[in-house]
């Protein structure tokens, strides 16, 4: 745990452990009352470090500057949500998490909830908030036709297809440089072991040939809209499409 991290929250365990002994600190025994709140937060510490401590090994988040109209950088909300990360093969559940589609990195709330700090990726295998489940894709592992990074599990069965959401920073120059966040999603459907990048209705419906008039039959009876929600069309005709025998 770097030095500046671990300091962090040791303080924060220690304020919160003296709250713990207020009858103590009114005897006026200094030296008991110390060494009490020490050893306790030495303690948490300790344990902190045994049991979550590795998630706090990476970087502090620096945070974006103000984006115009009230844009954010993260996924979903600017706030910590509970969600879960899968870290070296362990799983730790309701960590306060925040997911940055700008320098797509994964944030973890510090102890003394001060700020963001950055689960180092290569350590991540997947992780989940807001009801959605993201992959890592590290580098060295990544599938052809994919670049390295979180995705965005939506389906996953015998076929599957992911979301690759990203948000872009652009300027506009008036008296004052203002700077707004612009979010796109790039889709890919994995079938027979290679991903493809799919843009529209025509796309998916010719990876999907194997079912081709039972899904037109079920696009046109459930009015799938291509262009104004793509996202559930998508996801929508993969579920279909896999509850078939083929």
Known sequence: MP?????????????STALEFPALAQTGDDSLFVTQ?????????????????????????????????????????????????????LTYKNMSVMYDLIRDQLLLLNADSSGGIVVQPEHVERFSLHNHNFINFKPGTVP????????????????????KRVKKVTENVTQYIEKEVEQTVSYYLLK??????????????????????????YIKANKLDFNGNREEAFLRLVSFHDSLKQ
Do not use: C, W
């Not at 103000?66 to 509970?82: L, Q, V, W």
């Open 37 to 89: 709140v020490s050893q306790k937060a030495i303690s948490g510490l300790l344990n902190l470090q045994k049991t979550d401590g590795p998630l706090y090994n990476g970087e502090m988040h620096y945070p974006h500057p103000k984006f115009k109209n009230g844009g954010h950088a993260s996924f979903i909300n600017s706030s910590y949500t509970k969600g879960t990360i899968v870290y070296d093969g």
């Open 144 to 163: 052809k036709n994919i670049a390295p990074g979180y995705y965005d599990l939506l389906y996953e069965g015998r076929i599957t297809l992911l979301a």
């Open 192 to 217: 027979d072991s290679v991903y493809t990048r799919i843009k529209g209705k025509q796309d998916i419906v010719t990876l999907l040939n194997a079912t081709q008039k039972e899904n037109q039959d």
């Open 3 to 15: 030095v500046n991290n671990a300091l962090k929250i040791f303080a924060a365990l220690v304020l």
